[in-house]
């Protein structure tokens, strides 16, 4: 079965930029390519949230709380997800999860953590 691992977490100050990434394995580029990819976030005391989803079709959906400061984005030959993260506020601090859903099942990763502090 696919396996994800986020990675590109980190300590970043207010208004700073991060990337996180998120390479797929054991999976095949044409199932990557016809899969529907989201980032997902939880903070402590919090329900996990989805902030920015890209479907195969090339459609994006992203949370109001970040839309216009992240962007979801994918390589399929690389089988790789993105979420570029700018303007961050200590509010977007939280484990952030790379999340794949396949003609086949719904994959998940570990989690990255992102923390936002001066």
């Known amino acids: 079965q696919a396996q994800l691992r986020e990675s590109g977490g980190g300590l970043v100050q207010p208004g700073g930029s991060l990337r996180l990434s998120c390479p797929a394995s054991r999976i095949i580029t044409s199932t990557f390519t016809a899969s529907d990819m989201a980032w997902h976030r939880q903070a402590p005391g919090k329900q996990r949230e989805r902030v920015a989803l890209l479907t195969s079709a090339g459609t994006t959906n992203y949370a109001d709380s970040v839309k216009g400061r992240f962007t979801i984005s994918k390589n399929n030959a690389r089988k790789m997800v993105y979420l570029e993260m700018v303007s961050l506020k200590p509010e977007d601090a939280a484990v952030y999860y790379c999340?794949?859903?396949?003609?086949?099942?719904?994959?998940w990763g570990q989690g990255t953590q992102v923390t936002v502090s001066s």
């Open positions: 999340n794949i859903e396949t003609p086949y099942g719904s994959y």
